[in-house]
């Protein structure tokens, strides 16, 4: 039998003398929705890399190909690797996924386990990158209700994580891997998280659920944006039921868009819209914005600024492969960005010379049958 959260408890409130708009500095809501990255300092730094970029790389990079082995300057990065990075999207978890776990009904676990989903999505709009991980890199922490939190780098090329959260007695586990695709258009990048995502309870139920697409434009001129579009899908097979959310469900910032705002009006890009089916038949409207609210019909079950995320802790004697304890990260924090800089290529070379050695001294694959 699970262990049941006291959720009064666990959840603080948003502090009132706390202004920013979603919790970090420099990132505000656009006219037209999304995140508006403003602070000048960086967006100067960022441009320079980036116009440096496509300069350099130019005719590769404008064709759109992956940009996710790109070196780049340890000026942009935050001191986190993105697996560390990766719990900033599960920071509502210890609250959402245990109301879903103590839910009396399949449809109000599905609508908590959504809710989950949208709480993290403004946690993305963050201007530093974080730092491609290595291949074998691990981290491990825990949220304050006991919540185990486990994820390792299985994959260098293309790069994918694996992950596995096990909520507090065991009443439910998030688990599954993500590829992550980004290429370069000429004023911005687009790419996203593909692969499985599984919400597993006690009596074996399982919502699957997919990642939208990410959007990132104005990188060298104009506003630089950061916004979700596509769509998402939750489906719990074993009670009949699906969600569908379309976000950005009027193209906000797409040529055909804009022509056609002139004749009618558009919804901003960070607003979503949706239905939850069960045997296919509508059962509750979906609609929100994931920078303010999700509403199912007219009841809010998700509302920015009503809590302080969850932060991870790092466990205590973590595995050498431990994100943190990179040699380039910990450069980074004590700022010494040469040491932080020469390190990062060190261990991007090392990779690269694995690689080769894998593949030279490696299985083979067999040729296909002709």
């Not at 790069?159 to 992550?180: C, D, I, T």
């Not at 469900?249 to 949706?274: A, E, N, W």
């Not at 409207?285 to 809010?300: H, N, P, R, T, Y």
């Not at 690269?352 to 490696?362: A, N, S």
Request: charged share 25%.
């Amino acid at each position: 039998m699970a262990t049941k959260v006291n959720l009064k408890e666990l959840v603080k409130p948003w502090p009132k003398e706390n202004k920013t708009e979603f919790g970090f500095e420099d990132v505000v809501r656009a006219q037209y929705g999304g995140c508006s990255f403003v602070g000048k300092e960086g967006l100067n730094m960022n441009r320079t890399v980036v116009t440096h970029m496509i300069k350099t790389l130019g005719k590769n990079i404008m064709e759109g190909k992956s940009v996710i082995s790109v070196s780049l300057p340890v000026t942009i990065f935050e001191s986190r690797s993105f697996l560390e990075r990766m719990t900033d999207h599960w920071a509502f978890a210890p609250l959402y996924l245990n109301k879903a776990a103590q839910s009396k009904t399949p449809e109000e676990r599905l609508k908590w386990a959504i809710a989950f989903v949208v709480s993290g999505l403004h946690n993305g709009c963050k201007q530093k990158k974080p730092f491609n991980p290595i291949l074998g890199e691990t981290y491990q922490g825990t949220y304050p209700d006991g919540t185990n939190i486990f994820l390792e780098q299985i994959s260098h090329h293309p790069p994918v994580s694996m992950y596995e959260l096990e909520g507090p007695g065991k009443a439910w586990k998030l688990r599954g891997y993500n590829e992550y695709k980004a290429s370069f258009r000429p004023n911005g990048v687009v790419g996203g998280q593909y692969g499985p995502n599984r919400i597993e309870f006690e009596d074996g139920s399982v919502i699957e659920y997919n990642m939208p697409q990410v959007s990132v434009s104005g990188m060298v001129i104009g506003e630089w944006l950061f916004y979700w579009t596509g769509t998402m899908t939750f489906e719990d097979k074993k009670n009949g039921l699906k969600a569908h959310i379309r976000l950005d469900p009027d193209d906000t910032y797409s040529m055909t868009s804009y022509l056609t705002s002139f004749i009618s009006t558009k919804s901003p890009c960070d607003y979503f819209t949706g239905s939850l089916t069960k045997d296919g038949k509508e059962v509750s409207k979906i609609s929100g914005c994931w920078l303010a609210k999700l509403k199912f019909d007219e009841k809010v079950y998700w509302k920015i600024r009503q809590y302080l995320p969850f932060a991870p802790k790092e466990i205590e004697n973590s595995l050498p492969s431990h994100a943190t304890k990179r040699a380039d990260l910990v450069a980074l924090k004590k700022g010494d960005l040469d040491l932080s800089q020469s390190e990062k290529t060190r261990l991007e070379q090392k990779q690269r010379d694995d690689r080769k050695l894998r593949k030279e001294l490696g299985p083979k694959k067999e040729a296909a049958a002709h």
